[in-house]
């Protein structure tokens, strides 16, 4: 079986080709171009190269969140795309769960991290035992404090990966002395992370359908929290002008 696995949640884009489990090929780019224009090219170019074609895949998968709101969308579209006519499983996998099991090359706790602006980060831990990998938070949009307080009940060392990675470390470090920065190349996202968390999906006999497949944006986009709080100040606005109609 051959999953064609996508991954556009941040800055950096890749594909990957999984055959039976096993990593056949994989794409990175991060080189600033956009997702929009790169990503469908790269698995073009990466099926050629394998001497394959679209009818020779037969399942996609995608990070569907969190991560950019716009490189999310992109990702998931392009999954979606290339399911739909051919009517393939899809299936969408958390960002967060797909950095750790392309990171976790030894057994430890390994907490993902992105940066979500706002003193935030979107963030879920996991730790690795042998061949098995155990979610240990659901992913969430936390503060750095919270995120340190939550992380200080764990005695283990804590691998650190993300693009978030960095920020956390120099943030948490003197608080949480049991921090490890991973080598930059193992904190990135990848298309191949993605590929082996839909594999384990498969394995469980879960199904994955393109037509039900969303972002998984964890909080609202700025412009969406603006228009909110912007509806919130005129619906009091009236109120205290003793006005009970509501603003649309």
Same mark, same amino acid.
Request: aromatic share 6%; hydrophobic share 40%; charged share 25%.
């Given at each position: 079986?051959?999953?064609?696995?996508f991954?556009?949640?941040?800055?950096?884009a890749?594909v990957?080709?999984?055959?039976?489990g096993r990593?056949?090929?994989?794409?990175?780019?991060?080189s600033?171009?956009?997702?929009?224009r #790169? %990503?469908m090219? +790269? @698995?073009?170019?990466l099926?050629?190269?394998?001497?394959?074609?679209?009818q020779?895949i =037969?399942a996609?998968?995608?990070?569907d969140?969190?991560g950019?709101?716009?490189?999310?969308?992109i990702g998931?579209a392009?999954?979606?795309?290339?399911?739909?006519?051919r009517?393939?499983?899809?299936?969408?996998?958390s #960002? %967060?769960?797909a +950095? @750790?099991r392309?990171?976790?090359?030894?057994?430890?706790?390994?907490c993902?991290?992105? =940066?979500a602006?706002?003193?935030?980060v979107?963030?879920?831990?996991?730790?690795?035992?042998?061949?098995?990998?155990?979610?240990?938070?659901?992913?969430?949009a936390?503060s750095?404090?919270?995120?340190?307080?939550?992380?200080?009940n764990i005695?283990?060392p804590?691998f650190?990966?993300?693009?978030?990675a960095?920020l956390?470390?120099?943030?948490?470090?003197?608080?949480l002395?049991?921090?490890?920065?991973?080598?930059?190349?193992l904190?990135?996202q990848r298309?191949s992370?993605?590929?082996?968390?839909?594999?384990e999906?498969i394995?469980?006999?879960?199904?994955?359908?393109?037509a039900?497949?969303?972002?998984?944006?964890l909080?609202?986009?700025?412009?969406?929290?603006?228009?909110l709080?912007k509806?919130?100040?005129e619906?009091?606005f009236?109120?205290?002008?003793?006005d009970l109609?509501?603003t649309?």
């Amino acid at each position: 079986m051959k999953l064609l696995a996508f991954e556009s949640s941040a800055k950096a884009a890749g594909v990957a080709v999984l055959d039976d489990g096993r990593l056949l090929a994989e794409y990175f780019q991060n080189s600033g171009q956009t997702h929009s224009r #790169t %990503l469908m090219q +790269m @698995a073009e170019n990466l099926l050629r190269n394998c001497d394959l074609g679209p009818q020779d895949i =037969d399942a996609c998968a995608v990070a569907d969140g969190p991560g950019s709101f716009t490189g999310v969308r992109i990702g998931v579209a392009a999954a979606k795309g290339f399911s739909w006519g051919r009517e393939l499983p899809c299936y969408g996998v958390s #960002t %967060l769960e797909a +950095m @750790a099991r392309g990171a976790a090359i030894t057994d430890g706790v390994f907490c993902c991290c992105m =940066d979500a602006r706002q003193a935030q980060v979107y963030n879920a831990v996991f730790e690795k035992t042998g061949s098995e990998l155990v979610r240990l938070r659901e992913d969430r949009a936390i503060s750095l404090d919270d995120l340190c307080e939550d992380l200080q009940n764990i005695e283990k060392p804590i691998f650190l990966v993300g693009d978030g990675a960095e920020l956390c470390y120099t943030t948490l470090l003197e608080r949480l002395p049991q921090l490890t920065l991973l080598p930059k190349h193992l904190r990135q996202q990848r298309a191949s992370g993605v590929a082996l968390a839909a594999w384990e999906k498969i394995g469980r006999g879960e199904s994955g359908n393109a037509a039900s497949l969303v972002p998984n944006y964890l909080r609202l986009s700025q412009a969406e929290r603006a228009r909110l709080e912007k509806t919130k100040t005129e619906i009091h606005f009236h109120l205290s002008e003793g006005d009970l109609r509501t603003t649309k």
